[in-house]
């Protein structure tokens, strides 16, 4: 089995930043895509970022230019600095792998922006 353990949520006045960090940890043999969703009060899931095993990037319209997705393969560990943080961006944030096919997801870091 494979654990994820995320860290780095918490509450931040509008226009702070946050660093968020999921490690994972248990059966890890090759993770394809790591990456990070939130969901909202009353909204869907969606996804804010994620990063394939190769660098690519991918990054939802409303955090681009604001959010950095990165990780550390060394350390099977991903993280998301989140900068000029907006209220909107309120929510519990999830980690997610895709390792050879199967999908992983962390219990969720709650984000709180106050304006």
């Known amino acids: 089995q494979v654990q994820l353990v995320e860290s780095g949520g918490g509450l931040v006045q509008a226009g702070g930043s946050l660093r968020l960090s999921c490690a994972a940890s248990?059966?890890?043999?090759?993770?394809?895509?790591m990456g990070w969703f939130r969901q909202a009060p009353g909204k869907q899931r969606e996804l804010v970022a994620t990063?394939?095993?190769?660098?690519?990037?991918t990054y939802v319209d409303s955090v681009k230019g604001r959010f950095t997705i990165s990780r550390d393969n060394g350390k099977n560990t991903v993280y998301l600095q989140m900068n000029s943080l907006k209220p909107e961006d309120t929510g519990v944030y999830y980690c997610n792998i895709v390792q050879v096919g199967t999908t992983y997801w962390g219990q969720g870091t709650q984000v709180t922006v106050s304006s």
């Open positions: 248990g059966r890890i043999f090759g993770i394809n895509n």
């Open positions: 990063m394939t095993s190769s660098g690519r990037t």
